[in-house]
Antibody, heavy 117, light 112 residues
Framework: QVQLQESGPGLVKPSQTLSLTCTVSGGSISSGGYYWSWIRQHPGKGLEWIGYIYYSGSTYYNPSLKSRVTISVDTSKNQFSLKLSSVTAADTAVYYC?????????WGQGTLVTVSS | NFMLTQPHSVSESPGKTVTISCTRSSGSIASNYVQWYQQRPGSAPTTVIYEDNQRPSGVPDRFSGSIDSSSNSASLTISGLKTEDEADYYCQSYDSSNHAFVFGTGTKVTVL
């Protein structure tokens, strides 16, 4: 079955760009009908949807983050990526990649990104 | 965007039943399916209910979901509570007008 794995730096300096990659195994990222998504969870808080890229290439972002977010896909590597610019301490969170067809399933294990100098 | 509001916490004894509500702030709860996720500490969420009332394979039938248009809310009911059900639960839906996914505020279930 499809599995997802996040990778990227665990520490990012304020004002820099957070970059994470999600590697998809057990299936093709080009498969139709899936929303390849990023979700984050601040420490001790709830889930926040960041955005997704559809298999067609269309992207949609949380309006509260839209000005700073870019999600892209690399079909040759079966990966999709998240870039979040101008980060502050408020962006410290566990970042999950997940795919959605009728539900968010599967999820990656999550990766903690800390924003600190 | 609409919001999905859940009670912050609920608690009950083993063997009892709890119901968690998820109230949509605007627009009809019936206009988009509602999913429910369970999240144990240190783990990614997993689905317990999708499309309002469907259980993924492997989820016990102690978990059930429903929607109520009169209160514009969805509900997750866990019957025959077990200590293993102690977790955070989140509802989730989709805002078609903004092409955005929305998560509920989350509910901590404690099994006393």
């Amino acid at each position: 079955q499809v599995q997802l794995q996040e990778s990227g730096p665990g520490l990012v300096k304020p004002s820099q760009t957070l970059s994470l990659t999600c590697t998809v195994s057990g299936g093709s990222i080009s498969s139709g009908g899936y929303y390849w998504s990023w979700i984050r969870q601040h420490p001790g808080k709830g889930l926040e949807w960041i955005g997704y890229i559809y298999y067609s290439g269309s992207t949609y972002y949380n309006p509260s983050l839209k000005s700073r977010v870019t999600i892209s896909v690399d079909t040759s590597k079966n990966q999709f990526s998240l870039k979040l610019s101008s980060v502050t301490a408020a962006d410290t969170a566990v970042y999950y990649c997940a795919t959605y067809a009728v539900r968010f399933d599967p999820w990656g294990q999550g990766t903690l990104v800390t924003v600190s100098s | 965007n609409f919001m999905l509001t859940q009670p912050h916490s609920v608690s009950e004894s083993p063997g009892k039943t709890v119901t968690i509500s998820c109230t949509r702030s605007s627009g009809s709860i019936a206009s988009n399916y509602v999913q429910w996720y369970q999240q144990r500490p240190g783990s990614a969420p997993t689905t317990v209910i999708y499309e309002d009332n469907q259980r993924p394979s492997g989820v016990p039938d102690r978990f059930s979901g429903s929607i109520d248009s009169s209160s514009n809310s969805a509900s997750l009911t866990i019957s025959g509570l077990k200590t293993e059900d102690e977790a955070d639960y989140y509802c989730q839906s989709y805002d078609s007008s903004n092409h955005a996914f929305v998560f509920g505020t989350g509910t901590k279930v404690t099994v006393l």
